[in-house]
């Protein structure tokens, strides 16, 4: 697969989501992970950093994974998408793909959203 952006799920990423959340008006962030350790370690990330967010409008936190979302008062958002399938139809600009994600799961579940700048992991 060939991406704009190459880089790895990390604190790193998941700071930049918040940032640009923050900066841009109606940015949404998708992020997709498959395992549930790295996704509760990435939504516990997120959970602390939001708590520093003047702009956070809504902070989500469902039992489910993909439900668990971040909107801010610019009208920008951050969640994380069920790599199950049931997402058709949303369209994110930035996707941060954590590397358990499978090659098929990118193909047939998550590129099909469109019109995202990727990051993305091998």
Same mark, same amino acid.
């Given at each position: 697969?060939?991406?704009?952006?190459?880089?790895?799920?990390?604190?790193?990423? =998941?700071?930049?989501?918040?940032?640009?959340?923050?900066?841009?008006?109606?940015?949404?962030?998708?992020?997709? !992970?498959?395992?549930?350790?790295?996704?509760?370690?990435?939504?516990?990330?997120?959970?602390?950093?939001?708590?520093?967010?003047?702009?956070?409008?809504?902070?989500?936190?469902?039992?489910?994974?993909?439900?668990?979302?971040?909107? @801010?008062?610019?009208?920008?958002?951050?969640? @994380?998408?069920?790599?199950?399938?049931?997402?058709?139809?949303?369209?994110?600009?930035? =996707? !941060?793909?954590?590397?358990?994600?499978?090659?098929?799961?990118?193909?047939?579940?998550? =590129?099909? =959203?469109?019109?995202?700048?990727?990051?993305?992991?091998?």
């Amino acid at each position: 697969m060939e991406f704009i952006n190459k880089i790895y799920l990390s604190y790193a990423s =998941l700071q930049y989501a918040i940032n640009i959340c923050q900066e841009k008006e109606g940015y949404k962030v998708v992020i997709a !992970i498959d395992d549930e350790e790295s996704y509760k370690e990435a939504k516990d990330f997120l959970s602390t950093l939001a708590k520093d967010c003047d702009n956070i409008e809504q902070f989500a936190d469902y039992k489910h994974k993909s439900n668990f979302h971040i909107y @801010f008062k610019n009208g920008s958002l951050i969640r @994380f998408i069920n790599t199950s399938g049931n997402v058709k139809g949303q369209r994110y600009h930035l =996707l !941060i793909s954590d590397k358990n994600v499978s090659e098929d799961v990118m193909w047939c579940i998550v =590129l099909p =959203l469109g019109n995202c700048e990727w990051i993305y992991t091998f």
